[in-house]
T-cell receptor, first 112, second 114 residues
Framework: QQQVKQSPQSLIVQKGGIPIINCAYE??????FPWYQQFPGKGPALLIA?????SEKKEGRFTISFNKSAKQFSLHIMDSQPGDSATYFC???????????FGTGTRLTIIP | DAGITQSPRHKVTETGTPVTLRCHQT?????MYWYRQDPGHGLRLIHY???????DKGEVSDGYSVSRSKTEDFLLTLESATSSQTSVYFC?????????????FGEGSWLTVV
């Protein structure tokens, strides 16, 4: 049973555009929502994370938007660059719990 | 960077043979994990450990076993490899403080079962 659903599976955006990746979760006990970025041949690395007490969090060009009532959260990349081309995973957990549940990943390609 | 080293990084093995993947960490992190990554499935937890000799199953544990005899080492064993176990395997660690749940990943081990 997939507890975190991620879409789209792949995404192609022109440089400077704003790719948006969406995730939806089922378990209302989840209260920590990180995004991981993975470059080819590498392991995933934490990009940005949010807790549900805020509706938005920005770090540089990356923004998480969170909608608690809809049980959805999304990643926006402002002024996207070819170097942002990677696979992005959303995840969810109960804060303080040692296990993360990951989405299925989005392969993002930014074309010049 | 959490000082995670996985070995081997690439391996081709035959169906029915045993395979052991090793994860070594230098940061004295309490929790260690093994994930597999497959297209369309994302990252799925195989097993995890919350201390020396303390392990538990994840969502896709069938066909896999683990051992953790030292804080720094976490071994994943495929008792009798099958083609369905062809995958990329990632080791991950979490510091003693689970606040924020920042899990650090190794660079992956590519396993092909023929």
């Amino acid at each position: 049973q997939q507890q975190v659903k991620q879409s789209p599976q792949s995404l192609i955006v022109q440089k400077g555009g704003i790719p948006i990746i969406n995730c939806a979760y089922e378990n209302t006990a989840f209260d920590y929502f990180p995004w991981y970025q993975q470059f080819p041949g590498k392991g995933p690395a934490l990009l940005i994370a949010i807790r549900p007490d805020v509706s938005e969090k920005k770090e540089g060009r990356f923004t998480i938007s969170f909608n608690k009532s809809a049980k959805q959260f999304s990643l926006h990349i402002m002024d996207s660059q070819p170097g942002d081309s990677a696979t992005y995973f959303c995840a969810a957990s109960i804060f303080g719990n040692e296990k993360l549940t990951f989405g299925t990943g989005t392969r993002l390609t930014i074309i010049p | 960077d959490a000082g995670i080293t996985q070995s081997p990084r690439h391996k081709v093995t035959e169906t029915g043979t045993p395979v052991t993947l090793r994860c070594h960490q230098t940061e004295n992190h309490r929790y260690m994990y093994w994930y597999r990554q497959d297209p369309g499935h994302g990252l799925r937890l195989i097993h995890y450990s919350y201390g020396v000799k303390d392990t538990d199953k994840g969502e896709v544990s069938d066909g896999y076993s683990v051992s953790r005899s030292k804080t720094e080492d976490f071994l994943l064993t495929l008792e009798s490899a099958t083609s369905s176990q062809t995958s990329v395997y990632f080791c991950a660690t979490l510091p003693r403080s689970s606040s924020g749940n920042t899990i650090y990943f190794g660079e992956g081990s590519w396993l092909t079962v023929v």
